[in-house]
């Protein structure tokens, strides 16, 4: 399985690069990629080359700037032989791997398995794609339609109740780092 880090966003609320912030003994982005190494080949989604310094991951560059984390699941399937990616964000600094492998056996023949919680609906931004979501992700950016709830018109999803993973604490995992105050709280 390969993970993609997405990291493209511009961080204003935060003032600076999420990815860059100290956490874990070194940067959020590294200790993430570190982390996910556990699940395979870790992958960084980037708006342009060279944007980070990082060790042990891919660099994935959009293909499609500004055009959001689409991107990261084209970007991974056109830049590895991957059969499915875990699409996740740099702000989720307590991101479970055993979450990412959860998903993946309970995504059988869907093309997507994603989280549905609470108020927010779903957490795209840490879901398992299938490779079959490629050509449906270009076509989708290629036609100007950037959400990633246009590419689940389009494929077969699996939606993963939270009562269907007991074992894991998914506000803790879902803790979303977006402000200087949020990332106060980090532990």
């Known amino acids: 399985?390969?993970?993609?880090?997405?990291?493209?966003?511009?961080?204003?609320?935060?003032?600076?690069?999420?990815?860059?912030?100290?956490?874990g003994?070194?940067?959020?982005?590294?200790?993430?990629?570190?982390r996910y190494a556990a699940c395979g080949t870790v992958g960084v989604s980037v708006d342009r080359a060279e944007r980070f310094p990082f060790e042990n991951a891919?660099?994935?560059?959009?293909?499609?700037?500004?055009?959001?984390?689409?991107?990261?699941?084209?970007?991974?399937?056109?830049?590895?032989?991957?059969s499915e990616l875990l699409l996740t964000a740099v702000d989720l600094p307590y991101g479970d791997p055993a979450l990412a492998l959860r998903l993946r056996e309970m995504r059988a023949d869907a093309d997507v398995c994603v989280l549905r919680r609470g108020p927010k609906?779903?957490?795209?931004?840490?879901?398992?794609?299938?490779?079959?979501?490629?050509d449906v992700a270009e076509d989708c950016l290629r036609s100007g339609r950037k959400s990633l709830f246009a590419l689940y018109d389009r494929v077969?999803?699996?939606?993963?109740?939270?009562?269907?993973?007991?074992?894991?604490?998914?506000?803790?995992?879902?803790?979303?780092?977006?402000?200087?105050?949020?990332?106060?709280?980090?532990?």
């Open 156 to 187: 077969k999803v699996r939606y993963v109740a939270p009562e269907e993973l007991p074992e894991f604490d998914l506000a803790h995992i879902f803790t979303n780092v977006n402000t200087p105050q949020d990332y106060q709280m980090l532990k």
């Open 25 to 34: 003994g070194s940067t959020l982005m590294q200790t993430l990629i570190d």
């Open 121 to 134: 609906g779903i957490e795209p931004l840490f879901a398992l794609y299938g490779r079959s979501c490629a």
């Open 58 to 82: 891919l660099e994935l560059v959009d293909e499609y700037p500004g055009q959001g984390p689409m991107n990261g699941i084209l970007s991974g399937f056109h830049k590895t032989d991957a």
């Open 1 to 23: 399985m390969l993970t993609v880090i997405l990291t493209g966003g511009s961080s204003r609320r935060m003032g600076r690069d999420k990815a860059l912030l100290p956490f």
